[in-house]
């Protein structure tokens, strides 16, 4: 055997094939969704997303407390109004008495060190569930929906959220809300996390049961990007990050691996988020179900993959899982 044949002698140690990553996936990389609903004593399983709850606020507390013990760095938050009236202009998103607002006071006041993100979005408020304000025709009337969408994002950065993240794909709405964020006194306060390179996918069903957020009727192509244009989420990047993105985000994540890379090279700046979406992790946890793969190895391998691709930031339903696994 030649010489230049031998790969095995440099990987045939755990640590050695530890240094084989240029980064390692560790807890402060984990940012974990979590969804919280109206009914303040909620404690709800969902089922097309095993082992996540819908949290009432009163529950949040004894939900979150063992997860920051165990290293938890970063929550990003999800309102679920189930009984309140949704309408046009999605008022509830905001309401001082709302989930998320309330959700954002508590655990703040709870727990100082934990990094505070919400999810920015008007689908889970309108009564149409679409991600903005419409038109008469049902199109989407884009200036009236980048200001609502501003406005929802001061508010929560008034009541504390360290980092708002706008998931709703409207053009324009990441310079439109840093404006607001400025003017409203949080530019130096509050991170903008934009979801810049967020895909059509067939993957957010669990999520949109979660969270009583599918569009009563039509879909969301018109805003959300074509799987296959590759293209258009360079411009979406590009653009967000000349609008004032402080993190990138790519969504979902692994069928979107070479979007990830393209991401790190576009915006090689930026932190770089990437989002492994409730149908990720359903078809992670059908699969392990299924006898296909040990569910921890491929939980792992999935990660590994992003991090490998260049993200440096990962939101995924797994975190409280990886508090365990990454202390074995
Ligand atoms: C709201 C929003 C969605 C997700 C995050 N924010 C759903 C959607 O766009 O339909 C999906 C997250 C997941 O599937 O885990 N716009
Ligand atoms: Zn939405």
């Not at 089922?47 to 939900?63: A, D, M, Y």
């Not at 930026?270 to 990720?280: D, I, M, N, R, T």
């Not at 179900?289 to 190895?297: E, N, Q």
Request: hydrophobic content about 40%; some cysteine.
């Amino acid at each position: 055997m030649d010489i230049s044949s031998i790969l095995q002698g440099g990987y045939q140690h755990p640590l050695s094939r530890s240094w084989q990553a240029k980064r390692q996936l560790t807890k402060s990389m984990l940012m974990y969704p979590i969804f919280i609903t109206d009914d303040a004593d909620a404690e709800v399983e969902i089922p097309s997303l095993p082992g996540q709850k819908r949290w009432g606020v009163n529950k949040l507390e004894g939900f979150i407390a063992p997860l920051v013990k165990k290293g938890l760095k970063s929550v990003i938050l999800f309102g679920v109004p189930l009984k309140c009236e949704k309408d046009m202009a999605g008022t509830p998103a905001d309401d001082p008495d709302g989930p998320v607002v309330q959700g954002i006071k508590l655990l703040r006041a709870r727990f100082p060190s934990l990094y505070i993100a919400t999810d920015v979005c008007l689908c889970e408020y309108t009564a149409h569930g679409h991600c903005g304000v419409l038109h008469a025709d049902g199109t989407i009337d884009t200036e009236p929906s980048v200001a609502r969408i501003a406005q929802v994002a001061a508010s929560y950065a008034r009541a504390g959220a360290h980092c708002v993240a706008p998931s709703d794909m409207m053009d324009g709405r990441i310079k439109a809300i840093k404006r607001a964020l400025i003017d409203a006194g949080f530019g130096n306060k509050c991170t903008l996390m934009s979801y810049s390179a967020k895909f059509a996918s067939a993957l957010y069903g669990p999520f949109r049961d979660a969270a009583g957020s599918a569009p009563s009727f039509g879909d969301r192509k018109c805003y959300q990007l074509p799987p296959a244009a590759k293209g258009l989420a360079r411009r979406a990047i590009l653009r967000d990050t000349s609008e004032g993105a402080d993190i990138i985000m790519v969504k979902p994540a692994l069928p979107y691996l070479d979007i990830i890379q393209d991401a790190a090279e576009l915006a090689p700046d930026h932190p770089l988020a990437c989002y492994q979406v409730s149908g990720e992790y359903a078809m992670i946890y059908a699969g392990a179900r299924a006898g296909v793969y040990d569910l921890r190895t491929m939980a792992f391998e999935t990660c590994e993959s992003m991090l490998r691709a260049g993200c440096t930031l990962i939101l995924t339903y797994f975190t409280p899982q990886f508090l365990d696994w990454l202390d074995e």
